[in-house]
């Protein structure tokens, strides 16, 4: 490239070299003005590109799309070697599904052209939206002269020596295409003329196709974008590269630059992690980006708090936003004036688009379809632009040879939204057919809901891996998420956007039909389930399918529904053991729960819950005795969350690991805490007067959460059960632990189990052990303990009538040296 370059500067007069030096800094100085802020995805407001520009997976793949690996830097685009698929071809093609970042990496290499940061070999760049093309009269013809000088860039001097020298180095251009899908959608490169020469008039398209295949400027740098699904010939592709959208250190990158302030931040990627839907959108920056604004205004008009915010965002929120960002997008853009269009404005402008695209929805959940032929297309009366709205992304149809044309909808919960949007704007569907993807949730032999509507029936929830080839309808998500929508269009939010699209009577009999259906659904479902007389509780095992009605209940955002739900919680102890619940669905249940006026024992273990999930169990704390959140990747930040709430509160009795004042027991085994959720936790124990057992097993809270349980234990006056295996407790903390007990009266079962206690630690357990006469079982399996300290122990039995047993498995002991022991029934070696 040096040498190519410095031919170009010895091969060129010094006159001319300044003619296209000025013009070269002019066009640096347009593509840095253009390239310096980016339109938002609305319309509606300009962000500076260096501040919000972020990276994306970009792969290079071969000609049937197969990888051949990752993209180091945008520089390797443009290199001479790097995934190269054929030497003649010109055009480097850029793919990708809408909303995935095209447009924002041309106007990042523009933007690194006008400083100067690129291959300093190009000395002109060419930036064009596609759709400019289609703006042109049949019979209007240009030469390309007056393509790139009149249509984009004149040279202030001499244009014909600055296009002279760029007919003699074309290599020193760089153009950049954006947008093929956008051009006429008949429009086919291979059928346009050829037009070789530079100086003969042809048609605008003609132009660009005979840019990209060659015959036009051959040798220059030439990148084409277009949506997935579009295709260019073979003999045009130098490389092929798929945009993939954000990996997850990308996202982080993004979430960074729009909340530099890091409690903000910190919450927002907690959110999604709690968030499976959300998080997997945010992969798409656009919907990254609505995702992310959703979250700035959610913050902006809702403090963290105990308390139940004003204002919520719900999943439908987001959608009405993807919807409305796509609608606006087609809006024609003015350098002078923004869309300045209100959400109303553009929902009844497309009224029509958003039915016809509904009606492929609901057909295609209907038959079990996620890819739409021609005739299902038409069959909706979907019209040529409502295709160019980019809710639908072309692929090929399958069994056809891949010469026709299918659709299908960008992410599959979005076609869930259309076919939910369906349901509620077709003045046609009744109660029955509005209903119907509830009944479509059930499982074989479950029984059904004792209702006047269909039955609010199970999702298949715990699954294992799928078998290649296997219906990807037998996961009922998708009609789940259908309700799901439902819910959230007929919630009395949303009606005053919905009342242009819909008749308020329609409205009317719609929700009142779902509302009851809901309420009967819920009453009924746990009526039907077993019931097991728990340690003075009624307890019932929920199943996945509560987990859904409460999503469906949340989406409504109805203290009114909330209310009744609340109502149909007839038993005292709700356990949702294993039913997939992620953190979000804290908000769900806690939107429920707070409107309880009993109390409640709640047991959460074996989800995947984490600190989010108990941020969102704040509102209804106060109406617990008992919160088991074992299993659940609950950290520090988590603990120190459920401190303060079990110390406000006096009623909790159980935590599994057991907690404070009023609550009996807290059980939070095998989470992420450490020594300082463990020093937070122990003195809300210390503090409770009512706690009956803490469950605190498979942490890491080491021996300084040891000594803090210890001055937890000392004269403690109900805490019964304490487990505080596997925790990295080793000598310090053992011992702090062994003299904590000499003045205890309440403990009588302490599991102390795969530790690192050892002789040490046992000769303190001993010493306790001669005073201590209440504590009945100590479990000590899987520790360091040897023959010598376990004699210490035998030995401490002498004095002691209380305990039943001393469970050593697992320890440093040979089975020869354990039958020393064997009269002492209350030593259990092996």
Not at 150 to 175: G, M, N, S
Not at 230 to 235: F, G, K, L
Not at 796 to 802: E, F, H, S
Not at 808 to 822: D, H, S, T, W, Y
Request: proline share 3%.
């Amino acid at each position: 490239m040096v040498i190519r370059t410095r031919a170009v500067q010895a091969a060129v007069s010094p006159h001319n070299r300044g003619h296209v030096s000025r013009y070269t800094q002019k066009l640096r100085q347009q593509l840095g003005l253009d390239s310096k802020f980016i339109l938002c995805y609305a319309q509606k407001e300009e962000l500076l590109l260096e501040e919000m520009y972020t990276d994306t997976i970009v792969e290079l793949v071969g000609f049937r799309n197969e990888s051949l690996g990752l993209l180091g830097s945008l520089a390797c685009l443009l290199d001479h070697s790097t995934g190269v698929l054929s030497e003649q071809g010109e055009t480097i093609f850029i793919f990708g599904d809408a909303g995935v970042g095209k447009s924002m990496l041309l106007q990042r290499l523009q933007s690194l052209w006008a400083a100067g940061l690129l291959d300093a070999e190009f000395k002109f760049f060419f930036h064009f939206r596609c759709r400019v093309f289609s703006c042109f009269k049949e019979d209007d013809a240009l030469c390309l002269q007056d393509l790139l000088f009149k249509h984009y860039c004149y040279p202030e001097q001499d244009p014909d020596e600055v296009f002279a020298f760029l007919l003699r180095f074309p290599h020193t251009a760089l153009f950049t295409f954006d947008g093929l899908d956008e051009l006429h959608s008949d429009f086919d490169l291979s059928s346009v003329p050829d037009t070789s020469s530079p100086w003969e008039p042809a048609h605008p398209l003609a132009l660009l196709a005979n840019l990209l295949s060659g015959k036009l400027l051959k040798g220059a740098a030439k990148l084409l974008t277009a949506r997935t699904g579009i295709e260019i010939p073979r003999q045009l592709l130098r490389k092929k590269v798929f945009l993939r959208g954000f990996s997850p250190s990308h996202l982080r990158a993004y979430t960074q630059r729009v909340f530099p302030e890091p409690a903000v931040r910190d919450r927002l990627l907690a959110h999604l992690e709690a968030n499976p839907n959300l998080c997997s959108l945010c992969a798409v920056p656009l919907f990254c980006w609505i995702v992310f604004r959703c979250f700035q205004h959610f913050h902006s008009v809702a403090d963290i708090s105990t308390q139940l915010p004003d204002c919520t965002v719900t999943l439908t929120d987001v959608f009405l936003l993807i919807t409305e960002v796509h609608l606006n997008r087609t809006q024609p853009t003015s350098l002078v004036q923004r869309n300045t269009r209100s959400r109303m404005e553009t929902f009844r402008a497309g009224g029509a688009a958003l039915r016809s695209l509904g009606r492929v929805a609901h057909r295609g959940m209907e038959k079990n379809l996620f890819v739409f032929g021609q005739e299902d297309v038409r069959a909706a009366e979907v019209q040529d632009g409502e295709l160019q709205l980019g809710f639908l992304r072309a692929v090929p149809e399958q069994g056809l040879g891949g010469d026709q044309q299918a659709y299908e909808f960008f992410h599959v919960t979005l076609q869930a939204f259309f076919t939910a949007f369906f349901l509620v704007a077709d003045d046609k569907v009744g109660t029955q057919q509005l209903l119907r993807f509830f009944r479509e949730c059930g499982l074989p032999g479950e029984a059904a809901v004792e209702s006047c509507y269909p039955s609010f029936l199970p999702v298949r929830c715990l699954r294992g891996p799928g078998l290649a080839g296997e219906d990807l309808f037998k996961n009922k998500d998708h009609f789940q998420f259908t309700n799901l929508f439902l819910c959230g269009l007929l919630s009395k939010a949303k009606q005053k956007l919905l009342r242009h699209l819909v008749p308020a009577a329609v409205l009317r009999r719609k929700r009142k039909a779902l509302w009851a259906h809901l309420f009967a659904s819920l009453r009924a479902h746990l009526k039907s389930l077993p019931r097991l007389q728990y340690e003075g509780y009624n307890q019932v095992q929920a199943m996945p399918t509560f987990i859904w009605m409460l999503r469906c209940i949340y989406e409504t955002q109805s203290e009114k529904v909330g209310r009744l739900a609340a109502k149909g919680i007839c038993a005292n102890y709700l356990k949702l053991t294993y039913c997939n619940a992620c953190s979000a669905d804290c908000s769900a249940l806690s939107f429920v729960l707070h409107h309880l006026r009993k109390r409640l024992a709640l047991d959460l273990d074996n989800n995947n819950l984490n600190d989010y999930g108990v941020r969102e169990l704040q509102p209804c704390f106060s109406r617990l005795t008992v919160i088991r959140l074992s299993v659940n990747q609950i950290t520090d930040s988590g603990v120190k969350v459920l401190c303060e709430e079990l110390t406000k509160y006096k009623i909790l009795t159980f935590l599994g690991y057991v907690f404070l004042n009023s609550t009996r027991s807290v059980v939070l085994g095998e989470n992420k805490i450490t020594s300082e959720g463990g020093k937070c936790l122990a003195l809300a124990v210390k503090k409770s007067k009512s706690i009956f057992e803490v469950g605190m097993w498979g942490n890491r809270i080491g021996d300084e959460g040891a000594k803090a349980f210890a001055e937890a234990l000392r004269n403690h006056p109900s805490l019964t059960n304490l487990s505080l295996a596997f925790n990295g407790i080793s000598t310090e903390g053992g011992k702090s632990l062994a003299q904590a007990l000499q003045w205890n009266t309440s403990l009588r079962i302490f599991w102390l189990t795969k530790n690192e206690l050892d002789d040490e630690v046992a000769e303190s357990l001993a010493e306790m052990l001669k005073v201590n006469q209440t504590l009945k079982h100590l479990w000590l399996i899987q520790n360091q303990i040897t023959a010598k300290g376990i004699a210490q122990l035998a030995d401490a039995l002498q004095r002691n009538t209380g305990i039943m047993e001393i469970c050593l498995n697992g320890n440093l002991i040979k089975p020869e040296e354990a039958k020393v022991f064997q009269d002492e029934k209350r030593i259990v070696c092996f």
